[in-house]
């Protein structure tokens, strides 16, 4: 790319055609511009010129706010010439101007910077007011009450809408002149709204805690831009902090003083990568120091407090060490109440349901009926399922008011038609206050329950398994049902594993593969997984009809020729072979989200050969359109929504044929939310996710990408639990390095707790 001749800043005003490309998390844009003058240093320029009379329309690039079709901008840059796309202004600064023409203010208004205003409404509008109309909806925009066949809630609400992206808009360049991306904008706004900037130019580290999506390097960036030096304290202290919160990431409730202070160190060096985790340069000795001053007035200030593990956040302590009295509760409260008549229960169980239980799974109803509070865990083909069914039937026959909850919504759902009893996810148990961002249940008003057994236990973080605890009521009993073996939770926490290495909990491990379960290549295979061997494939034979535990390998030693192969296997093979639906029954599980196999690039291309067509919203470079299977990817009290929960874009609702859209989601327990804006960057298409992602979820059939740039991740436990995610059909694609690697990885997990020592305590 060269510079054309010119030398000062060149300058493009004009009216936005389209917006070719852009990106909301960099801020990058591509505009196509059509020029009312073109003036670099104040003469016209001769490229410039040129390209007008060609074709009217220059091409403006660069990093600056969202602007709509229609909307008249101003800017500035240098032209240069790109070897593919020939002439365009790269632009350092945008800013938008208001039109003052009545078909451009209709343009301008209809574009898309006025959230829910179509062509016919920005029509009506401009009718009404003319050249007034940007005046009169800055300074008076409930007049738009007047206009005819608005109506006055129609009005209110898009009077509404003006003053928030008005807001937005002035937020916007005061951000973007400290570098800060629209799409991160955005966010701030909400989470802080008219004290966005009070918040940025004073504590600008506080986004880092309280903005999703923000990372320590892009909140230090700011604090650089409002003149916060690299030695304040405030820096440091902040540095601490999200490095526990990173640390709470991987799952982590607790860290040793000198790991924490190395940790925090490479976070605070500028110098230092962005992935710290597995640096081998000692860090600067002076940010350890820093460091290690931050921990103290973080301890001072009881932000953070010292356990005999090491430092941790005290919000997240304080929840790790109620959940143990509160389980301490439990099984204090209930010892002296065992249930009886188990041996005729057990009796009664096997005779109305023909089912002769083993010796293990009778041992395990008879420890749930003695303890209050109790584990049961074990492998796929175990025997599971049948033991909840009779536990169920044993508190059913003593009276015991049963409630049923697992952490997704696929998990609950499939417990309610394994035991047709129905069935919860913990959150809508536990009741969200959408208005407070909690739940209602506690206990000052507790669950009115007897009993609660709760399914994939193993996904329950740390958070989420206190604020169950402590709205169980005294007395009650509590079966945690899971296999300890698949992956820990993806929050904070071990809690499952917790429980048994405490020794206090009673617990009953199943190990006994059954026979029905034992001609499942898929069970055979996983079981042979956490020996460390290899799975043996179905013979080739079996690729037809109805499948009924296959699993296959298909070896491609090549990352973009296995991405190839795994979009044919779910777009074309799987659905000739065995006829399961590739959109509602395949589900490719991957270990990373970047790189050729990873879920970004599989999500996009499975969009573009299952659902290539349909009504669409865009919200920068995502894409989700009528008939996606997409994942919510953080919780949202206010919708009801939450982390990993999975469902199918039904409608696109729009106020006006060509205005922004709406999606209607309805999830697969059958309740359906909306997303709009903002709520739109918490989306993901789910044609493809992570095996962490997939915890407490079981699909028909799962397509496994395992290369050789995944060796980080490639684990026992990971692979493992990928497997178990299939009911019908496990399809492995990759290396056979690969493959190796991840069965022989038996690395333990890893994870600093307490719990354990408080339960023991």
Not at 692 to 703: D, I, L, N, R, W
């Amino acid at each position: 790319m060269t510079s054309a001749p010119g030398g000062e800043a060149d300058v493009v005003e004009g009216t936005v055609v389209r917006v070719t490309y852009e990106n909301d998390e960099t801020g990058f844009r591509v505009v196509r511009v059509r020029p009312v003058a073109s003036k670099p240093s104040g003469t016209l320029f001769p490229q410039a010129r040129t390209r007008a009379q060609d074709d009217d329309l220059v091409t403006v690039v660069g990093r600056f706010p969202a602007v709509a079709p229609g909307e008249n901008v101003r800017a500035v840059g240098k032209w240069e010439r790109d070897a593919r796309h020939g002439e365009q202004l790269k632009a350092e600064v945008v800013t938008a101007i208001a039109p003052t023409t009545k078909a451009g203010i209709q343009r301008y208004l209809s574009g898309g910077a006025f959230k829910g205003v179509g062509k016919q409404t920005a029509k009506k509008i401009v009718d009404h007011f003319g050249t007034q109309t940007i005046a009169v909806l800055d300074r008076e925009p409930h007049r738009l009450s007047e206009v005819t066949g608005l109506g006055k809630t129609r009005a209110t609400a898009l009077a509404q809408a003006w003053r928030a992206q008005r807001v937005v808009r002035e937020l916007m360049v005061v951000l973007a002149s400290l570098e800060i991306p629209p799409g991160l904008a955005h966010r701030i706004h909400k989470r802080y709204g008219d004290r966005a900037l009070e918040v940025v130019k004073t504590a600008p580290y506080r986004l880092a805690m309280e903005v999703w999506g923000v990372g320590f390097k892009s909140a230090d960036a700011i604090a650089r831009q409002v003149g916060i030096a690299v030695d304040d304290p405030q820096r440091a202290e902040a540095g601490v902090l999200h490095t526990l919160a990173t640390l709470a990431e991987e799952g982590h409730t607790v860290t040793p003083r000198a790991l924490l202070a190395e940790r925090a160190a490479r976070i605070l060096d500028p110098a230092s990568p962005t992935d710290t985790r597995n640096a081998q340069e000692p860090p600067d000795a002076r940010f350890v120091a820093g460091a290690r001053t931050a921990m103290q007035a973080l301890l001072a200030a009881r932000l953070v407090v010292e356990e005999p593990e090491g430092i941790a956040h005290t919000p997240l302590a304080a929840q790790e060490e109620g959940l143990a009295q509160r389980l301490g509760a439990l099984l204090s409260s209930g010892s002296e109440k065992p249930l009886v008549g188990i041996a005729r229960a057990i009796e009664a169980f096997e005779r109305s349901t023909g089912i002769a239980l083993a010796p293990a799974q009778r041992a395990a109803i008879e420890l749930v009926a003695r303890a209050p509070v109790a584990v049961v865990t074990g492998g796929p083909g175990v025997g599971k399922t049948t033991v909840v069914r009779a536990i169920l039937a044993l508190f059913t026959g003593a009276r015991l008011r049963t409630a049923l909850a697992a952490p997704t919504g696929r998990a609950a759902k499939r417990m309610t038609e394994a035991t047709g009893h129905p069935a919860t996810t913990i959150h809508r148990l536990l009741e969200v206050d959408p208005r407070k961002g909690r739940f209602t249940r506690d206990e000052t008003n507790p669950l009115d329950l007897d009993a609660l057994i709760v399914d994939e236990s193993s996904m329950v973080d740390v958070p989420l398994a206190f604020s169950l605890a402590r709205a169980i009521p005294a007395g009650a009993r509590l079966v945690l049902v899971g296999d300890v073996d698949q992956l820990p939770s993806v929050g904070p926490g071990s809690v499952l594993r917790d429980a048994i290495v405490s020794g206090v909990v009673p617990t009953a491990r199943l190990t006994e593969v059954f026979r029905q379960a034992g001609s499942s290549r898929i069970v055979v295979g996983a079981h042979a997984i956490l020996r460390g061997e290899e799975p043996t494939p179905s013979p080739p034979s079996r690729m037809a009809g109805t499948p009924t535990g296959e699993l296959f390998v298909v070896e491609r030693n090549d990352p973009e020729e296995a991405a190839r192969t795994i979009v044919e296997i779910v777009e074309s093979r799987i659905p000739k072979a065995f006829s399961l639906d590739p959109k509602r029954d395949v589900q490719v599980l991957v270990p990373m989200v970047r790189g050729a196999v990873g879920v970004r690039s599989l999500n996009a291309e499975l969009q573009a050969r299952l659902n290539p067509t349909g009504d669409e919203v865009r919200r920068g470079s995502a894409v989700f359109r009528v008939g996606d299977r997409v994942m919510q990817m953080r919780n949202d009290y206010d919708r009801e929504v939450f982390n990993g929960d999975v469902g199918f874009v039904t409608a696109v609702r729009r106020d006006e044929p060509d205005a922004q859209g709406t999606l209607v989601v309805r999830l697969e327990e059958g309740r359906e939310f909306t997303a709009e804006d903002d709520e739109l960057d918490e989306l993901s298409l789910a044609y493809a996710c992570t095996v962490h992602k997939a915890q407490g979820s079981e699909y028909p059939a799962v397509v496994i990408g395992l290369v050789n740039q995944h060796f980080v991740m490639l684990a026992r436990k990971l692979l493992y639990t990928a497997v178990t995610r299939a009911r019908k059909l496990v399809v492995l694609v990759g290396s056979r390095w690969a493959l190796r690697q991840a069965v022989q990885d038996a690395r333990a997990e890893e994870r600093r707790t307490t719990l354990a020592r408080r339960l023991g305590a």
